[in-house]
C-alpha cells in the first residue's frame, strides 16, 4: 500500500508532539520532613502566621526525579505559581504542607518555589490543582507517624537504629524508604525527612530507583516536636 505524503507528515507530527509531551522524568519522590529536626538546628525555624503547625511529619514536596539520580528543576517559566487556582486546597495545606522558613510566613512562598521547581517538571501528568491535590492525598495514604509510632518508635529525643525506622516504614507500605538526617545543634544525627517513591501518574508507591544520600549515623535521635 502506498502512503500519500501528506499523510505521512501528519503521522510524523503526531510522533513528534507525543514525544515532546511525554514526561521526560522517571518517578517521583515524596518527601515529608520531621519538623523538630528542621527547627532544633543551629538554623532554627519560624512558625508560620497560622501557629505552631501539628507535631507531625509535614510535606516537602513532590519531586519529580531520573533514575539515574539526577532530577529536572524549573521546567516552564510560562507557568507561575497561581494560588487563585488551589484556593480550595489552602486550608488542608497549611495544616499538612506548613512553612517552617524565617521570616514567619502564610506559606505560599513554600509553594510557589515546590510549583515552579519541581510541579512544572511533572506539568505533562499534573496540572497546578491536581499537582497540589494528589501531593495532599499521598500524605494521607502514607502516616509516616502512624507507622513509626505503632513499631514503638516516638519522637521522644531517644535514639534508633535507621534499620528499624527503614523496616517499619517496608512493613507497613511494602517499600523501602530513602532516610535523610541532619544535625540538632550539639551535632547529634536525626531523622530530617523521609522519602517514598512514587510512579509517573503518581498514583502507586514504588520500590526507589536510586535513593538520596542519607548522611545518617547507624542510630539516629527522632527529637521532639
Ligand atoms: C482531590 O482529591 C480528592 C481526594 O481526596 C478527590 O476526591 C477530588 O476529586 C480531587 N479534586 C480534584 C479537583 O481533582
Not at 517496608?170 to 523501602?176: E, I, L, M, N, Q
Amino acid at each position: 500500500m502506498k502512503c500519500p505524503l501528506p499523510l505521512l507528515i501528519l503521522l510524523l507530527l503526531h510522533l513528534l508532539a507525543a514525544v515532546s509531551t511525554a514526561q521526560d522524568f522517571d518517578f517521583f519522590y515524596f518527601v515529608q520532613q520531621w519538623p523538630g529536626s528542621y527547627c532544633d538546628t543551629k538554623r532554627s525555624c519560624c512558625y508560620p502566621k497560622t501557629g505552631k503547625p501539628a507535631a507531625d511529619f509535614g510535606i516537602h514536596g513532590l519531586w519529580p526525579n531520573n533514575n539515574d539520580g539526577s532530577y529536572p528543576s524549573n521546567c516552564d517559566p510560562d507557568s507561575p505559581y497561581d494560588q487563585s487556582k488551589i484556593r480550595d486546597l489552602i486550608p488542608t495545606m497549611q495544616a499538612k504542607w506548613p512553612t517552617l522558613a524565617c521570616p514567619s510566613g502564610d506559606g505560599s512562598a513554600f509553594w510557589k518555589h515546590e510549583w515552579e521547581k519541581h510541579g512544572t517538571c511533572s506539568e505533562s501528568i499534573l496540572n497546578q490543582h491536581s499537582y497540589f491535590n494528589t501531593t495532599l492525598n499521598l500524605k494521607k495514604q502514607v502516616d509516616l507517624l502512624g507507622i513509626l509510632r505503632g513499631a514503638g518508635i516516638e519522637p521522644d529525643g531517644g535514639f534508633y537504629s535507621v534499620d528499624s525506622i527503614t523496616g517499619a516504614i517496608r512493613d507497613a507500605t511494602g517499600f523501602t524508604p530513602g532516610i535523610e538526617c541532619n544535625v540538632d545543634e550539639s551535632s547529634n544525627s536525626q531523622l530530617y525527612q523521609i522519602y517514598i517513591c512514587v510512579d509517573t501518574n503518581a498514583g502507586d508507591l514504588i520500590e526507589c530507583p536510586v535513593y538520596p544520600r542519607s548522611k545518617c549515623s547507624s542510630r539516629i535521635e527522632f527529637p521532639p516536636f
